[in-house]
């Protein structure tokens, strides 16, 4: 543990890997909670909300925190698996505090706060003593006009006020390299208002991105708050399996509404897909396969596959098509899987090496041959063709799984449900030792 007068910016904890005494790496640090005290006082800072397997989020005391150099937080290695759950005397740095609109005492001017540290005391306590903010107005995405200085907590006034005047600048820039599994993550624990804040703040592809992470109630609180022609962008950008299925949990009219402000061709291959069964090859597909015509080489479809928008289960294998290319395509001629390329020179035509042993599937077959299919022929995606022997899209094992879990799964997985985390029976004991009473 650094000694007495160390300072340590909190931001710069954001993803710290927290590990045991062994070296173990148990989880990684997403918050810190602290407590605010009357008088100017100070916060104490209570601990660190760690994420573990499973996505379930843990309460480390301070207590129990033995360093936080070198980029990496050392326990004791007594953790208590509970589950976190927030009081309403504690505050979480990262979730509420920046970005937060505060006045500098001295000058009565508001300043945005950027970050804040935390030094540790003779008494080998921590609490909260400086806190880093910009002058003048900070733009989204962290672009700010004005000077940036750093205050002494008993410096500024205004924290006391939840959530008045905070943007989501300095959330987001704290979280950036977070995967957007990760983000929905953090957006799930926010407050409804603070999570509003955040979706306002992405751009339109990183929240598409998230919201297909998301539980479905969250997708449809974020989606809502969203004025019609950001909504409508928002869902061009996901993919349409995605959107269509967000759609679907709208009413009808909001729905449609939406789907008129979207561009002809990004609400075609929506439209198609809402109008399938949802548990059915059609109403299960994405409308964005790999297609490629008869003519095109190896090397060509190795440059589609290498492209690192497409998921890897789509991009496992290309479909080979008669133009237009385009679902609904020409006539489907067969699958060539990622493996045979890469065994072929090059030069070789896909149209030569295609696959047509196995029969695509129908619109409308039923999830349980879905998954049967899959499962037999050991595939990760299947073609999904019309009676014209058209291609409209492509089953993949990702889809499969996301309709074979009970419904509520990404709510559970986000709050860190998993059965196989046992307590240890030591942190009974655990608990009233902490500071903060847990």
């Known amino acids: 543990m650094a000694g007495p007068g160390s300072r340590v910016f909190i931001s710069h904890l954001a993803g710290v890997a927290v590990f045991d005494p062994n070296g173990d790496q148990v989880g990684r640090v997403r918050d810190v909670v602290v407590s605010l005290r009357l008088a100017g006082r100070p916060p104490r800072v209570l601990g660190l909300v760690a994420e573990v397997v499973g996505r379930r989020r843990i309460f480390l005391p301070m207590t129990r925190v033995t360093s936080l150099e070198s980029g990496q937080v050392l326990t004791t290695g007594v953790i208590n698996m509970r589950r976190f759950e927030q009081r309403p005397t504690e505050t979480l740095v990262l979730a509420e505090l920046l970005d937060r609109r505060v006045t500098e005492t001295a000058t009565s001017a508001e300043v945005t706060v950027l970050d804040v540290a935390m030094v540790q005391t003779r008494a080998r306590e921590w609490e909260i003593s400086k806190v880093f903010v910009q002058r003048g107005k900070v733009a989204r995405l962290r672009k700010s006009k004005g000077e940036a200085v750093t205050l002494d907590w008993t410096a500024v006034t205004g924290f006391t006020l939840t959530e008045e005047g905070q943007g989501a600048a300095n959330l987001l820039a704290t979280f950036e390299q977070l995967r957007p599994a990760d983000l929905a993550n953090v957006m799930h624990h926010l407050s409804a208002k603070r999570r509003a804040e955040v979706a306002a703040a992405l ?212 709050h860190g449900h998993n059965g196989d ?18």
């Not at 609180?221 to 061009?236: F, N, P, S, T, Y």
């Not at 094992?397 to 996301?402: H, K, P, R, T």
């Not at 985390?421 to 847990?438: C, F, M, V």
């Open 203 to 414: 751009d339109d592809e990183r929240l598409a991105d998230v919201l297909e992470e998301l539980p479905e109630d969250d997708q449809v609180e974020i989606l809502g708050k969203l004025q019609d022609e950001r909504a409508a962008d928002v869902l061009e950008a996901m993919d349409p399996d995605d959107a269509a299925d967000l759609l679907s949990e709208l009413p009808g009219e909001e729905a449609e509404r939406l789907l008129q402000l979207m561009e002809p061709e990004e609400a075609a291959p929506v439209r198609r897909l809402l109008s399938y069964e949802e548990d059915t090859a059609g109403g299960l597909m994405t409308t964005e396969p790999i297609v490629l015509e008869p003519d095109a080489t190896v090397a060509e479809a190795l440059a589609r596959v290498r492209v690192s928008d497409h998921k890897p289960a789509l991009a496992a294998q290309v479909y080979v098509c008669r133009p237009p290319n385009e679902t609904p395509t020409g006539t489907y001629l067969g699958t060539v899987h990622f493996q045979r390329l890469l065994r072929e020179p090059p030069y070789t035509l896909v149209g030569s090496i295609v696959d047509g042993d196995l029969d695509p599937l129908p619109p409308d077959t039923p999830l349980p041959l879905i998954t049967s299919y899959l499962a037999t022929y050991n595939m990760v995606a299947a073609p999904v063709v019309d009676e014209a022997d058209h291609l409209l899209g492509a089953v993949t094992v990702d889809d499969v799984l996301d309709h074979l879990l009970p419904e509520d799964w990404r709510e559970a997985a986000l």
């Open 421 to 438: 985390l046992e307590q240890d029976p030591a942190d009974h004991k655990h608990e009233t030792e902490t500071s903060s009473g847990r």
